[in-house]
């Protein structure tokens, strides 16, 4: 009989995110109580809760009420800012819960908090994860993509919930148990600096077609609706065609004329290029993409040094790059930079999860992984069905510029890469992540660099010693010595 009265699971934390997801799964037939700390929030969620179709939602408004709210073992989804509010919110409930109860922070949060909060629950007998959860309020509603790590108890416990309210494909729901310890928000994270990757193109790509094409914002929302019926079929190609067809309500015009050239973020993309660096894996095509939202942040810089540099006789190349431009061809052109650039960015994605894979033993699915993104989150995407198959032929892939499918598109792309990227170039248009999703591409794919001459550099003021291409061993050399000698003229 209690448990008959009891809801199945809980949720804190009652902002659009939370209030959509406690609806979602209220909406799949299992009763959920909610709270948060200002009452007016569980107000709001009851009323949408009727609105939506009399949905089975309790409103609780003290943490032990909404605790013993909840059926044994008890799982409560908290959504709250990260970082201290998460600690503050674990203390509030943890009094009330019994071993065995399981906490589920779907915050966007670092993972050694998480893997800390892991370590402190269990002190208590207490079960924990950290859920990323991607799709913005949207995905909430209607269907996420989630990467819960952690406890797999606490995963099995919840399994038949998250299955149900997580985004459906073709091949099954968009969740997995990701992994131990914070390996949930660490996913999350790579998969946000993937974000920042792809937009940071998209808008290249935009700025190419509009400044040297000359393209309307017209002529760009129907470019972007039909790139979208193709291999770059996508939830940012699709949300782009929109953004240009939008007019300002307040004048002539397209709305994204007027928004102001800052671009704003909230730390993953920055977290993922930190963890890139430790790890020694090459992102560039990420790092632009940051890069670039700290020029953006610029702007009274920016439009002093268009200024000074215009004074100081620097002249737009834009108009004499765009004379006599192909629009067809370039339009095809900047498609396929777009695709091979993506690939670029992904791989560098990849290879970072693999790498911090490895040095914490998590044994994370690369293509599970691109499966549960196909669906529900903001990356999502068709070529990642062809990711996905690319790790199920080769689980050890080194790079997905390796395999053999990707390969070839590389090659057959690349040309029109290599013109968009000069294109870009001699119009003084800057295209950091197609650039460096080029460069990448090049430095990748050529057998030998112009390394030695660094390592010869560092061996000469350093002495730290180099190996050789044709014996074993480390060597030390007196270059300068021996270039003296060698050239008595340099005394």
Not at 50 to 78: A, C, H, W
Not at 94 to 100: K, T
Not at 447 to 459: E, M, S, T, Y
Request: with cysteine; charged share 25%.
């Amino acid at each position: 009989m209690e448990s008959a009265s009891l809801s199945r699971i809980g949720l804190a934390g009652l902002a659009v995110m939370g209030q959509n997801l406690a609806l979602n799964i209220a909406d799949k037939g299992f009763p959920i109580s909610v709270y948060n700390r200002t009452t007016s929030k569980v107000d709001e969620t009851l009323d949408r809760a009727t609105v939506e179709g009399k949905l089975p939602v309790s409103g609780q408004y003290s943490p032990r009420d909404f605790i013993l709210s909840i059926q044994r073992p008890r799982s409560v989804i908290i959504l709250v800012k990260a970082g201290a509010p998460v600690d503050q919110t674990i203390d509030a409930f943890s009094e009330y819960m019994e071993p065995g109860d399981c906490i589920i922070d779907g915050g966007n949060e670092w993972y050694q908090n998480t893997e800390r909060r892991i370590s402190e629950a269990e002190k208590k007998g207490l079960l924990y994860l950290g859920m990323g959860v991607s799709g913005g309020e949207e995905g909430a509603r209607n269907g996420p993509s989630l990467m819960p790590g952690g406890s797999f108890q606490a995963y099995d416990n919840i399994k038949d919930i998250l299955g149900k309210v997580a985004a459906q494909v073709e091949d099954g729901p968009c969740v997995t148990y990701i992994g131990e310890g914070g390996s949930g928000n660490f996913v999350k994270m790579v998969h946000n600096g993937i974000e920042y990757g792809d937009m940071q193109l998209i808008s290249e790509a935009y700025d190419v077609l509009k400044n040297v094409g000359g393209l309307s914002n017209q002529e760009l929302a129907e470019i972007f609706t039909e790139w979208n019926r193709g291999e770059l079929e996508s939830f940012l190609v699709e949300i782009t065609s929109d953004i240009f067809r939008v007019k300002d309500e307040f004048g002539d015009g397209e709305l994204v004329d007027k928004i102001l050239d800052k671009t704003g973020m909230k730390g993953t993309g920055k977290w993922t290029v930190q963890q890139a660096a430790e790890l020694s894996v090459a992102a560039p095509t990420i790092a632009a993409s940051l890069d670039c939202r700290y020029l953006s942040g610029l702007k009274d810089e920016r439009e002093n040094a268009e200024k000074v540099l215009k004074e100081a006789g620097l002249k737009e190349e834009i108009g004499s790059a765009s004379s006599g431009i192909d629009k067809k061809r370039l339009v095809d052109d900047v498609r396929q930079a777009l695709y091979a650039s993506k690939i670029c960015s992904y791989a560098q994605g990849m290879n970072l999860l693999r790498a911090k894979s490895l040095e914490k033993s998590w044994n994370l699915n690369f293509g599970e992984l691109a499966r549960i993104w196909k669906g529900g989150c903001i990356i999502r995407a068709v070529f990642l069905d062809r990711i996905k198959k690319a790790y199920q032929r080769n689980p050890d892939l080194a790079s997905l510029v390796v395999d053999p499918e990707f390969a070839k598109e590389m090659v057959q792309r690349q040309a029109a890469w290599r013109r968009v990227v000069g294109l870009a170039v001699a119009a003084g248009i800057s295209t950091p992540g197609m650039c460096a999703s080029l460069a990448y591409f090049d430095t990748y794919r050529r057998a030998r660099l112009p390394a030695n001459l660094v390592q010869a550099q560092r061996d000469l003021f350093g002495a730290h010693t180099y190996e050789r291409t044709d014996r074993p061993g480390a060597y030390h050399t007196e270059w300068t010595k021996l270039a003296r000698k060698n050239n008595p003229t340099l005394h």
